[in-house]
């Protein structure tokens, strides 16, 4: 993925503007340490299937990711476009589907039960992918706290979940640039 020019291109750019922003730390040492880690990434000799990387998705979200979110928001003023856009890509990774081809998800069964149902509820219509959405964000057995109730939190991973369901992932990060 980090060698892929697009992917790679998001991944760098969610850390480097927006994960190691939102830490303390001296920037110097932490842009070395992340250099570090993707070159850890392209080691050819470490062989790591994307679907395993993805067991317990939503759980690694909110230990590893949301707190970076928040951070980013109490230090800028703003949410982070593309580490947001992160998160709408996981709840779309959550209907269990790309294109036609069932994908096997590895999580908690309840966080699989309650994706599978929410999912079912809709049609990809715009409005019904903001409920799914706010359903998902507003789930403090999730995360621990409601995430509606930070400003424009819902509203911009509501529109990056519709339009990765309706214009793939590919189109949304390439209108990132």
């Not at 951070?71 to 779309?92: D, Q, V």
């Not at 998800?105 to 409920?131: Q, T």
Request: with cysteine.
């Amino acid at each position: 993925s980090v060698e892929n020019e697009l992917i790679g291109s998001f991944i760098k750019r969610a850390i480097f503007e927006e994960i190691i922003p939102s830490l303390d730390g001296e920037q110097a040492e932490l842009q070395k340490y992340a250099k570090e880690v993707i070159d850890r990434f392209k080691n050819p000799t470490i062989k790591h299937a994307l679907i395993s990387i993805a067991l317990n998705s939503f759980s690694k979200f909110k230990t590893r990711v949301l707190p970076s979110i928040i951070s980013y928001y109490e230090r800028e003023g703003k949410l982070p476009m593309f580490l947001m856009t992160s998160l709408a890509a996981l709840i779309c990774f959550y209907k269990g589907k790309r294109f036609d081809k069932n994908i096997e998800l590895m999580d908690e069964p309840k966080v699989i039960k309650l994706m599978e149902s929410l999912w079912s509820e809709l049609d990809n219509g715009k409005e019904d992918i903001k409920k799914l959405v706010t359903k998902v964000l507003g789930n403090t057995e999730l995360w621990g706290q409601d995430l509606t109730e930070i400003p424009e939190f819902s509203e911009l991973v509501s529109s990056q979940a519709h339009n990765i369901c309706n214009k793939g992932m590919g189109k949304v990060i390439q209108s990132l640039s």
